[in-house]
T-cell receptor, first 116, second 113 residues
Framework: GAVVSQHPSRVICKSGTSVKIECRSL??????MFWYRQFPKKSLMLMAT?????????EQGVEKDKFLINHASLTLSTLTVTSAHPEDSSFYIC????????????FGEGSRLTVL | QKEVEQDPGPLSVPEGAIVSLNCTYS??????FMWYRQYSRKGPELLMY????GNKEDGRFTAQVDKSSKYISLFIRDSQPSDSATYLC?????????????FGQGTRLTINP
């Protein structure tokens, strides 16, 4: 299957700082990537859809100025959590589709963010 | 009512048992059905993918879709301790595709040696 790499896997930061998480499709080009957030023992919550070369589409209730998404190339999307607060602590997971409208998504390993 | 309902468990079975995991859904437009396996602190891994109704088998895993009942299942035969994980069902329609994949809550499964 398609491989999606996410980095870093774990990050601890101080409140008020910004953190960048990278998501790369290693063996395919992804015009669209997705960013999810997952709380303990909960399912995945879609935060935004990242489109290469254009602005991301955010889900209702997700602050676009807080969670900056950049999809600079067909293999890289980044999520920057700006001015992080403890309530931003969570598991963030990216995914990419191989296209064709089939709905198959391939996920990265996830990034656990802890804001002190 | 949630679009996708999945019993969160936890479900604990002895090694070698047949495991049955299920999801129900309300949107009759859903055509693509997936099962993901997620180990603790890892991203979900695509396990099975099915289009429309029917069965699909891959090794010890069998996915079933019954669109008339809006019910999907994942069966695991000869379960192993390494199968212990959270299993998430996911589905979407032809129009939305991957754009609007709807996930179940996930079922935590433990296989006891």
């Amino acid at each position: 299957g398609a491989v999606v790499s996410q980095h870093p896997s774990r990050v601890i930061c101080k409140s008020g700082t910004s953190v960048k998480i990278e998501c790369r499709s290693l063996d395919f080009q992804a015009t669209t990537m997705f960013w999810y957030r997952q709380f303990p023992k909960k399912s995945l919550m879609l935060m935004a859809t990242s489109n290469e070369g254009s602005k991301a589409t955010y889900e209702q209730g997700v602050e676009k100025d807080k969670f900056l998404i950049n999809h600079a190339s067909l293999t890289l999307s980044t999520l920057t959590v700006t001015s992080a607060h403890p309530e931003d602590s969570s598991f963030y997971i990216c995914s990419a589709s191989i296209g064709g409208g089939t709905g198959e998504l391939f996920f990265g390993e996830g990034s656990r963010l802890t804001v002190l | 009512q949630k679009e996708v309902e999945q019993d969160p468990g936890p479900l604990s079975v002895p090694e070698g048992a047949i495991v049955s995991l299920n999801c129900t859904y309300s949107n009759s437009a859903f055509q693509y059905f997936m099962w993901y396996r997620q180990y603790s602190r890892k991203g979900p891994e695509l396990l099975m993918y099915t289009y429309s109704s029917g069965n699909k088998e891959d090794g010890r895993f069998t996915a079933q879709v019954d669109k008339s009942s809006k019910y999907i299942s994942l069966f695991i035969r000869d379960s192993q301790p390494s199968d212990s994980a959270t299993y998430l069902c996911a589905m979407t329609d032809i129009i939305q595709g991957a754009q609007k994949l709807v996930f179940g809550q996930g079922t935590r499964l433990t296989i006891n040696p």
